[in-house]
């Protein structure tokens, strides 16, 4: 029983008693007792899971620990038994890392034998690898992304791209959303400056002159060029606006900052228009029916 919830018994047992003053090895020993001891989850762990599976990530477990511990740990932070490796080498989370990264994509469930076979596919998919140990050093290493632990090894530190300094599982979330909050920024800025520069470079060489009396003052051509610089040096800043999410104990993401509550007002607003004007907007009590759940 203790096994199977991932615990390791430990037997106490006392020699009775007697007389005889034989070997101990003879006398009869009598079980007084059983320890359990374990390994203690993070408070965070199961959260921090269950908020990367709503963000569309699949999350597997590679431990070297025995089968029968893993199951039982992934049972507990709410990781598939389809996604657990357990009694893996070094070299085999490498392997592992190497796998997922050449597994089909687009069939996100598939199991994967941990120990051999080989997936060629064209599509790469993107993995990241969260340890703290030497023992995971390699497939830090390999992964897309590497995310060390603060308070893991120093080589696992050093072959990793990312570092929790505080330890806290839950900084993965974070960092995966920064990352992304940047990326959709830089992605913003190109497709400004591309269609600005598009429209303004032949608007201020003179292009259409031929269609319209107006034409460009060099000093105005000029404020549009550093204009350029300026709009998109503005748009990287307002990442200064990214506050940092919280994560509810159930895995739901509560994002903070300015845009989020400007997101939050518009929803709120339009959910109470169209409240008003739909017929079948309104509960019975008044109130705005089923638009009252849509801000989380």
């Not at 003879?26 to 989850?41: E, N, T, Y």
């Not at 034409?215 to 990214?242: D, E, H, I, K």
């Amino acid at each position: 029983l203790l096994r199977s919830q991932g615990y390791v018994g430990v037997y106490v047992t006392v020699i009775e008693e007697s007389n005889d003053s034989s070997n101990d090895r003879s006398k009869q020993r009598r079980v007084i007792g059983v320890l359990g001891i374990i390994d203690s989850i993070e408070d965070d762990a199961r959260r921090t899971v269950l908020a990367l599976k709503s963000m569309g990530i699949d999350v597997w477990m590679c431990t070297g620990d025995h089968e029968t511990t893993a199951t039982a740990v992934a049972r507990q932070v709410g990781i598939e038994e389809s996604n657990i490796c357990a009694s893996v080498t070094p070299e085999g989370k490498a392997d592992l890392v190497k796998r997922l990264q050449r597994r089909n994509r687009h069939r996100r469930y598939r199991s994967i034998n941990c120990f051999s076979g080989q997936n060629n596919m064209d599509n790469q998919n993107k993995v990241a690898m969260v340890g703290d140990g030497i023992n995971d050093s390699a497939a830090l290493a390999w992964a897309n992304v590497g995310i060390a632990i603060g308070a893991g090894t120093e080589v696992a530190v050093e072959a990793a791209d990312i570092v929790l300094v505080r330890s806290n599982l839950t900084d993965v979330v974070v960092a995966l959303q920064l990352s992304r909050a940047v990326f959709n920024r830089i992605q913003i800025n190109f497709v400004w400056a591309m269609g600005y520069n598009l429209f303004a470079i032949p608007f201020a060489a003179g292009v259409f002159n031929s269609f319209i009396s107006f034409r460009v003052p060099p000093a105005f051509a000029g404020f549009m060029m550093a204009f350029s610089s300026v709009s998109v040096v503005t748009s990287s800043l307002l990442l200064r606006c990214y506050s940092k999410p919280s994560i509810k104990e159930d895995g739901s993401i509560r994002k903070h900052g300015i845009f989020s509550y400007i997101r939050q007002f518009c929803v709120l607003a339009c959910g109470q228009c169209i409240s008003i004007f739909t017929p079948n907007g309104r509960s019975a009590d008044g109130r705005g029916g089923d638009w009252e759940g849509m801000i989380v």
